[in-house]
């Protein structure tokens, strides 16, 4: 089933694709079928600028786990970052960290419970 669930962001940073690296200025989240990736569906994020043509993209499939994985480690890095570096928010930050740990309890939950009705 596909999703058609689709944020759209800018970005700033660099990627590296086939002919070295390139400066990043859109983001794309989806939630949809992989190509490569070995699951039925994936969070997929790809990186890019446009106005560089399809080989500045910087692409990733990620299962709902590693999603949220990913999610995590950025709040932890982000909360303990002073923010003055970052200009985030580092309390912010902590309660997103707290949301992703939310979400990883409650799959690790979901997990013993498919494992014990097996």
Request: overall charge negative; hydrophobic content about 40%; charged content about 20%.
């Amino acid at each position: 089933m596909c999703t058609y669930v689709t944020a759209h962001g800018e970005a700033t940073g660099s990627g590296k694709g086939p002919q070295g690296w390139f400066g990043l200025s859109s983001l794309t989240v989806y939630f949809d079928h992989p190509v490569h990736a070995p699951a039925d569906h994936t969070m997929n994020i790809d990186f890019a600028n446009p106005d560089r043509g399809a080989a500045a993209r910087v692409a990733v499939e990620l299962t709902a786990e590693t999603a949220v994985e990913l999610v995590r480690a950025v709040a932890q890095v982000l909360s303990e970052v002073p923010g003055e570096l970052t200009g985030i928010d580092p309390v912010g930050a902590r309660r997103l960290l707290e949301a992703a740990r939310d979400l990883t309890e409650v799959q690790a939950g979901a997990a013993v419970g498919r494992a014990g009705s097996s």
